[in-house]
Each structure stands twice: as C-alpha cells, then as structure tokens.
C-alpha cells in the first residue's frame, strides 16, 4: 500500500509526534508499505522513503519561535499536492498545519481515503506564544474539528485523554486510540542503579515552556540532596539556553541538551528516578519510555496532560505549579529505594501493554480498514 504522509518538519525528529511517525514509517517499511513524505527540504531523511520538498513558510511574527522549536512549516502548493498524491492509494495528514488543510482539499478532489493524527494541542501553540486563554483554546480545536479531522475517513488519537479533547469539541464521528508505543530497545531490565552514592534525576522532552522544567531545576535546587544529585534534561528547544542559564545561577550539576539515541537508552537505563513536569501532553512517550526502561515516574497532575494515565502510586504525581510539593515527591522517592524498586518493577510490567510492535499492526489495520 502507498500512503501519503504530510509531515512538514518531517527531517527534524525533535518533537513526539515526528519521532513516532517516523518509527512507524519505518517499521510499516518493512511490512511493504511505501511511503511519500510532504515536507519541508532538510535535515534527517530516512531509508526507503520518497520526500516532495515544499518551500518554507514564513510567518510574521511567529517565525523566531517556529526556528527555535525546530519546526518548519511548508508553504503548500497545490499543484505539487496534486503531483504528489496522484500515484497514492492513502493520505495520512500527521499535523493540522497549511499544507495538511491543503493536502486534504486535494485528496478529496483525488477521492483518496483520508486518516488523520491528532498530535498538537490548541494549548502547545498558545503557551509557546505565552497566551494561555481557555475560551480561545475552544475556538482552536473547533476550528481543527472544522478543517482537518471533520473532513478525515479515519481519525487517530495517541490517547484516550487525547480523543475526549477532540469529541468533546464537536467532533462527532468515533476516534481510534492508538499508542505511540514502545519500542523494544528502551525496555530494559530492574537495577539498582544507584552509584558511590551519587542519584541520577533524568527528564526527556523538548523544551518548549509548557514542558515546565523550570520547576524540575527549582526543585533540585531546593532539595537537601541537591549536592548529591546528577540531573540530566534531554531534549531541545526553544528553552535550552534559558533552562542551562537558569541550571548555572541555581549551582546545579545538571547535562542540559539534545543526545544521540544510543546515549538516550544509556540515560534511562541508568536513572534512578524519571521525572516529567510537562503540563500539556497527548500521551507522555518519555514517560512510556522510562517505565520500560524500568524507573519510577514522577509526572505532573496538570488537568492538559495524559500523562496522569500512566501513574497509579500516590507519591507518582505532583502539584503543577508547586515546586515545594514537586521536592518533597522527589525527596520521598531518593529516601525509600525499595519501594522505588517496586514501582519501576510494576511500571516496567505496566509497559508490556505498550509495545510498539503492537501499535504498528494496529495502524497497519486501520490503514487497510480505510482503503477497504
């Protein structure tokens, strides 16, 4: 089967919703899909795949914020649309973006199936743009209902959290909850990781505003551990430099900063504690990753976040916000090893149910059911 995927930053894997679409195109590869990537030309590209590069898209304004998050929108051009998606039997738009708006005006023209992904919150454009306003964040998803997963065959949503927000919207028709899944290489066995008395703190996130690890470095720096702590934030973004600045004031011994995989899976193997401060996400991966790499989390109770899923002890979650409360939880978990042994024993069960093989063949199907 050929599918069509609009992902405009797509050789730029530094956001979730990127480096899951890709480890699915990859793993779809060799199952003998073919794909065709819409996208903006540069960065990364991938074994197996065809790109049709789109100009960059400037927005005035706004185009200082999209260089930092590392995000290239594509200007769509529907003649190249057409070109593209002439030969393809299924359009998978990833991004609610121009060029997917675009791609899918010319996929009914085509009368080709479309599926549609659910990957941005209204809240990750508004706090990126430090204006968070409810009424507004309604208009936003009504207006991404309208555009882009109303006029979708098929829509799919990493989480249940995830497909509330979109129906409880007014999207009427029914969403597929499908994870992003694990794959094998994070799931690692228990350890006590625990060196010459040294504990190892780690979070892994791009590091945009609503990813919050301003209060992470606050609350290492209030803690009576923090001359025995080793905190690593992995990931970047617009905040790298400010969150490294902010690490150097508070006297941290912190590694702030972007890692190739191998050096990712070395990270959460030897962490004794996974923390995720974010406040707005769609389904958490690195919180995924951690529990199969066998840690205890620590996520944020933020009422914008899925990551709540996924934490069933009581000292799992903290007061978004609080950063006393986010150093006491972290303080409870380094004082009592072996109840943090047993809740990364669990979390690292739990993570079984998430394996990213079986979200593959699961999306393998939905394509299938939607050609049909």
């Known amino acids: 089967m050929r599918i069509g995927l609009i992902v405009d930053f797509w050789g730029h894997p530094y956001n979730g919703g990127v480096v899951s679409t890709r480890r699915f195109a990859a793993a779809l590869i060799e199952r003998g899909f073919e794909f065709t990537v819409c996208c903006v030309a540069g960065g990364e590209s991938m074994d197996g795949v065809h790109e049709i590069h789109f100009t960059k898209l400037t927005v005035p304004g706004a185009n200082g914020i999209i260089d930092r998050m590392r995000a290239p929108l594509a200007l769509p051009n529907r003649a190249r649309l057409v070109e593209a998606l002439a ?35 209204a809240e990750n454009i508004l706090q990126n743009v430090s204006f968070d306003n409810r009424p507004l964040a309604r208009k936003i998803y009504e207006f991404f209902n309208r555009k882009i997963y109303g006029r979708a065959d098929r829509v799919i ?28 290489r994070f799931f690692g066995a228990l350890a006590d990781t625990t060196q010459n008395g040294r504990l190892r703190v780690l979070s892994v996130g791009r590091m945009a505003k609503e990813k ?69 996400e769609l389904e958490g991966m690195s919180v995924m990753e951690a529990m199969a790499a066998a840690k205890t989390v620590i996520v944020s109770d933020s009422p914008t976040s899925a990551s709540r899923q996924f934490v069933e002890h009581p000292k799992g979650m903290f007061r978004d916000g609080d950063v006393a409360h ?47």
């Open 326 to 372: 986010l150093r006491a939880v972290i303080e409870y978990w380094l004082t009592h090893p072996d109840a943090r042994h047993a809740e990364a024993a669990r979390n690292r069960a739990r993570a079984e149910d998430l394996r990213h093989e079986q979200s593959v063949t699961r999306l393998a199907e939905i394509y299938h059911r939607t050609f049909s």
């Open 157 to 184: 949503a990493p989480s249940q959290f995830a497909a509330d927000l979109l129906t409880d919207h007014g999207l009427d028709d029914p969403v597929d909850v499908l994870t992003n899944g694990i794959p094998d």
């Open 212 to 280: 919050a690890h301003d209060q992470l470095l606050h609350a290492i720096a209030a803690s009576r551990f923090k001359d025995d702590i080793d905190l690593t934030l992995i990931g970047t973004g617009p905040m790298l430099e400010s969150l490294r600045a902010l690490a150097e004031r508070l006297d941290l011994d912190a590694s702030i900063g972007p890692v190739d995989d191998a050096t990712l899976i070395n990270a959460y193997r030897h962490a004794d504690l996974f923390v995720h401060a974010g406040r707005v």
């Open 87 to 121: 030969d393809i039997d299924l359009l998978h738009a990833q991004f609610l973006f121009p060029l997917s708006m675009v791609a899918i005006d010319v996929a009914r023209e085509l009368d080709k199936p479309i599926v549609a992904s659910f990957h941005v919150q």
